[in-house]
């Protein structure tokens, strides 16, 4: 009993998967399943076998709707396909996300330093900060001094930084609302960001 809810775990196959005859150190007798061989002497297998099996099966099994095989022991590929091909697209793939998301750190990163840098003393004199002001200081400063001159985009900034978007705040006083006037409620607020309504 413990085998078979292994060999299901291997497979990830459904609960009732069909029974295979097996040999005595547990792997599938190909030979009983199979139902004969293609013209380069590979087994072809019921389609059901060859879709819970296949990760236990031998390389180049061949499901009986000759659409599918298995290869490099335990992947299921396109019947007539290169595994080698299909390998090395994985494995440009693998390589695409790790340094997409290498360059995603440094990039944050990058920002962290500049952020906690000091800011120009210049800037800083202007600004009429702390001498030991950084850059981030420096940053939301000039904003608040732009709200201040009537720029209504550098004051919803500062207001959205803040956490005192009116939208969060709409959302955070009504009690009551049902999905739809949540999703409603969502829609709303990605036509406004998409149109960024100038004043």
């Known amino acids: 009993m413990e085998d078979q809810k292994n060999i299901k775990k291997l497979n990830n196959g459904p609960e009732d998967l069909p029974e295979v005859p097996r040999l005595p150190d547990g792997k599938i007798d190909i030979e009983k399943i199979s139902t004969g061989k293609d013209d380069k002497n590979n087994y072809i297998v019921p389609d059901e076998i060859l879709e819970?099996?296949?990760?236990?099966?031998?390389?180049?099994?061949?499901?009986?709707?000759?659409?599918?095989?298995?290869?490099?022991?335990?992947?299921l590929g396109v019947f007539g396909g290169d595994p080698a091909a299909d390998l090395e697209k994985q494995r440009k793939g693998r390589e695409a996300q790790a340094a997409a998301?290498?360059?995603?750190?440094?990039?944050?990163?990058?920002?962290?330093?500049?952020?906690?840098?000091?800011?120009?003393?210049?800037?800083?004199?202007?600004?009429?900060?702390?001498?030991?002001?950084?850059?981030?200081?420096?940053?939301n400063a000039a904003q608040a001094l732009e709200a201040m001159r009537g720029n209504s985009k550098a004051y919803e900034v500062l207001r959205d930084?803040?956490?005192?978007?009116?939208?969060?705040?709409?959302?955070?006083?009504?009690?009551?609302?049902?999905?739809?006037?949540?999703?409603?409620?969502?829609?709303?607020?990605?036509?406004?960001?998409?149109?960024?309504?100038?004043?």
């Open 52 to 75: 819970n099996y296949y990760k236990e099966l031998p390389n180049n099994i061949i499901n009986q709707s000759r659409t599918k095989r298995t290869y490099n022991g335990g992947l």
């Open 161 to 199: 930084t803040a956490g005192e978007k009116p939208v969060d705040k709409l959302d955070a006083s009504i009690t009551g609302l049902t999905e739809e006037d949540k999703e409603m409620i969502r829609n709303m607020e990605s036509r406004l960001a998409a149109e960024k309504i100038q004043p």
């Open 101 to 139: 998301y290498r360059q995603r750190q440094t990039n944050k990163e990058i920002i962290d330093i500049i952020y906690s840098r000091k800011a120009p003393k210049e800037v800083i004199e202007r600004l009429g900060l702390t001498a030991d002001a950084t850059v981030i200081e420096a940053i």
